[in-house]
């Protein structure tokens, strides 16, 4: 009887000794899974997974810099050359997008696809230029849009099927936007150099 209640009494004991070390070893599993092993360098050091100031670390400067190289590099390519698991890789790229700090894209040559037309507009500004620039980046022929020091306080890059599409986007809905003082438009002829692969400082 004794040994009996010895045991009924040291069962819950078990039980909740059970759990706490089911619930560590699940926590563990899965902290490993999405933090990064080991730096660049090849130190066992864990790499910090959020840089101070929100400036990039080196491993992060690292999947960029293939990614710009090719957009199609696998996780698994990628975490052999920066000593990370696939799943570090993942986490860390799909951080980089939500954050806007980069985008994966097909960078395509508007001709082959039916756009003839590409023009770099500079506008003159009066009042608030980000509300113009806004309007402007609202417009899905425009691509591109900076605000800039000099003579013109904005300029975007278009676009366009052909010479009508590129006059009437022109003449009846940049100019006529509020805000809009003048604009002048560069129709590109050749396009003599365009890459993405500049690196990471």
Not at 4 to 13: A, G, I, T, V, W
């Amino acid at each position: 009887m004794e040994i009996l209640r010895n045991s009924l009494l040291y069962r819950p004991f078990c039980n909740d000794f059970l759990r706490s070390v089911l619930a560590k070893s699940t926590e563990t599993r899965h902290h490993r899974t999405v933090s990064p092993r080991r730096p660049v360098t090849g130190r066992n050091n864990l790499v910090d997974r959020k840089p101070q100031n929100g400036s990039l670390d080196e491993v992060s400067k690292a999947i960029i810099e293939q990614l710009q190289a090719d957009g199609r590099t696998s996780y698994a390519t990628i975490a052999k050359s920066v000593g990370l698991s696939d799943a570090a890789v993942r986490v860390r790229v799909q951080r980089l997008l939500d954050s806007d700090v980069m985008q994966i894209v097909a960078v395509t040559d508007p001709l082959q696809l039916g756009f003839t037309r590409q023009a770099m507009i500079g506008i003159r500004a009066g009042g608030d230029t980000g509300l113009v620039a806004d309007r402007l980046a609202d417009m899905q022929e425009v691509t591109y849009v900076v605000t800039t020091a000099g003579s013109f306080d904005l300029i975007i890059e278009v676009v366009c099927e052909d010479d009508e599409e590129l006059l009437d986007l022109v003449s009846r809905r940049i100019r006529t936007l509020p805000g809009v003082a003048s604009t002048e438009t560069f129709v590109y002829l050749k396009l003599n150099k365009q890459h993405y692969n500049w690196g990471t400082r």
